[in-house]
């Protein structure tokens, strides 16, 4: 007997041949082209590959349905720490019974990264694909080719053929999605005179020198309509990271975070707590625990938000009382230790800083804080509540030492600030 063994199973020898000899032809077809498919795709198309040394941690397609666009953004990365925010702006072009990719704008952050070579990077990754053409700086997708495939063919599926000369239009339908229409062609599509994709490497320098002028939101607007929001985003961020002017790097995270850039939102707070305004990071974290979704993460940032407003002006009393809620709700089971130990721990933080708290309860949170965290961790927190308690009165040295017993038993070295503040401690004991 001959033929292969698909050929056998679906209809004897010549069942092939006789599937590609009767295709089915496609008078009209449409198709829905989603931003969460493409973003599928090109996570396939790119597993496990590299591109300028560097892995793809992350993708990003936004679909721009007036304009006929895509805006493409990708995150490359390493184990080492070295990022690379890349993003294209990309025109959907018909052409016959294609859909022709068309880059518009390439940009790359941190300055000096090359645009261009991670866009041909990535065309190089799609040369070999069905359905898929590479022309120049351009890709060319066929959506029928796509189906296509040999296996259908040996499953007993006859393949698609079109029937003369079809035509693709564009259509928006609305939620991230645009609909392809492949049927008969009205005109002859127009013959593409598209110029070379504009290279964008200096967004950090142009917003740095707009802020400083005072077009800063002017500037900002421009770069998001080239880009996308990611390439003015990615700028502030770089202008950030380097640490130059206060005033300019707020000044300037300040048009992200008005963009609902949460990145942005967070390093413009932390940078301000730096400078001694606290509060834009306490109103952050407590947006941010209010709306988060998960228990554990809400817990955290419960725990952070009371950290940071314990150390604003009268701020003591409506933290603690905070955290007292939390090991409330915590209770005693279907927590993680290490969550459960933070909690108490900065408990016991808060009610040796309350002069209202009497001493047993600070050291009944402390000693609760070390079971949960166990060894180096939790001897660490008996002994900073203990020095906290030494410094409160009198009154709590009993507390104190009680405390600096139990932490001294599970910790052999502690860490440096924790040791200047041991030995503050014994300096004062000598003078007593």
Sequence with gaps: MSGSLAELVSGGPGRVRRLLDRPVEVERCELDLRAEAMVELLRRALRGSTIAGLGVSRVEVELVEAREELLLHLVLADSFGVRIDWGARIALVPRRSCLCLQPRTLWASPSGSDPHLVWRALLSRFVRARGVLVQGENLSVDPLALWLDRWLVLGGHRPLRLRGELGLQIQARGYGSLGLLIGERVEAAPVSTAAPAQGIADAPRRIQGAVAVGKGAQVYE?????????????????????????????????????????????????????AGDRSGLVEMLERAWRVASHPV????????????????????????????????????????????????????????????????????????????????????????????????????????????????????????????????????????
């Design 222 to 274: 421009e770069l998001a309509g080239l880009g996308g929001d990611a390439l003015p985003e990615s700028a502030v961020w770089e202008l950030a990271a380097a640490a130059g002017d206060l005033g300019r790097c707020c000044a300037a995270l300040e048009l992200a975070a008005g963009r609902g850039s949460g990145r942005a939102e967070a390093r413009l707070a932390v940078m301000r707590g730096r």
């Design 297 to 432: 993460v809400q817990a955290r940032l419960r725990i952070a938000w009371a950290l940071s407003m314990a150390l604003e002006a009268e701020g003591v009393g409506q933290a603690r009382r905070e955290l007292e809620g939390l090991v409330a709700e915590i209770g005693d089971g279907g927590w993680p230790s290490s969550i459960t130990g933070e909690a108490w721990a900065a408990l016991a933080k808060l009610r040796a800083a309350d002069p209202e708290v009497r001493g047993e309860l600070v050291l009944a949170a402390a000693f609760e804080a070390s079971h949960h965290m166990g060894g180096s961790r939790g001897g660490e927190t008996l002994l900073e509540v203990a020095v906290d308690l030494y410094e409160r009165s009198d009154v709590d040295v009993v507390f104190a030492r009680r405390a600096r017993s139990a932490g001294d038993a599970l910790v052999a070295n502690p860490d440096s600030a924790l040791v200047d503040r041991l030995r503050n401690w014994r300096s004062r004991s000598q003078a007593e």
